[in-house]
């Protein structure tokens, strides 16, 4: 039987609804992310969608609607305990000490948890270029080398839901395209992930399903290919 079958979804929303202050921005939001599955959220500026990774990581409480990681309710837990339930947010900015090397950037995800050893060697397989320059003060690398490190510290927490919004951001087409490599690797450990991504194309090309969201409101879910005429109508501009 088909892992999806059996294992409870990585994360489920039903019925979201969340905002800033008075201002509600998800309305009603259904979205699951089946275990082992790859997902891309995507829509236009302004719909949503990191607000839907602040709920999903616990940093935005739901105001309405259930929230299930691991097929468990988990509304009104705090991102720390999202964390230690495998739920993996790389933040924006990228969360790495830019005045510290890489080298100790990979020794602090040990600090904060997870079991220190290892975490470095299997970074430094994973990213061969980490290795190379683990000398390096983090903020001093290149955009694309910092989100390789991000990357790295946020596996080293050993995740059970990744949760990525817009890796791509500021970096050349090569090293997306690395980037999104791992990423499917990762999806292949049975690491369930969802991302959000500018670059449709990069992100149906790896994902399992993919959810258009609208104005706060998912407005289509299903396969890439099911999906992808109604987002270049909605919102890259017209026929293909
Ligand atoms: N901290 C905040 N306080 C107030 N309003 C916010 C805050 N963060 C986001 N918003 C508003 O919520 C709406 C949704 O924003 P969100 O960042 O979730 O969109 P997005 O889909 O991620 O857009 P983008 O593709 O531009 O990143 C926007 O109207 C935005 O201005
Ligand atoms: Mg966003």
Do not use: W
Not at 7 to 16: H, N, S
């Amino acid at each position: 039987m088909p892992d999806t079958l059996v294992k409870a979804p990585a994360l489920e929303l039903r019925g979201v609804r969340a905002g800033y202050g008075r201002i509600q921005v998800l309305h009603d939001v259904d979205l699951l992310v089946p275990a082992g599955r790859v997902v891309a959220l995507l829509g236009p500026n302004g719909a949503g969608k990191t607000t839907t990774l602040s709920v999903a990581s616990g940093k935005l409480a739901a105001t309405a609607g259930h929230l299930h990681v691991g097929g468990q309710h988990v509304n009104g837990a705090s991102a720390a305990a999202l964390a230690r339930a495998g739920v993996c947010r790389i933040p924006e900015g990228r969360g790495i000490f830019p005045t510290l090397t890489v080298a100790e950037n990979l020794k602090l995800v040990g600090f904060l948890g997870s079991k220190a050893d290892g975490v470095a060697d299997t970074a430094y397989e994973r990213f061969p270029v980490l290795a190379q320059r683990r000398g390096q003060l983090a903020g001093t690398m290149s955009g694309g080398e910092q989100q390789m490190l991000a990357m790295a510290r946020a596996l080293g927490s050993d995740p059970g839901l990744l949760l990525l919004d817009e890796i791509s951001m500021g970096l050349a087409p090569k090293v997306v395209a690395d980037l999104y490599e791992v990423v499917g690797q990762l999806a292949a450990t049975g690491i369930s992930v969802l991302l959000v991504e500018q670059f449709v194309h990069t992100a149906l090309a790896i994902a399992d399903y993919a959810a258009l969201m609208v104005n706060g409101r998912i407005v289509r879910m299903g396969e890439p290919a099911d999906v992808q005429d109604a987002i270049q109508e909605t919102y890259l501009g017209g026929g293909r």
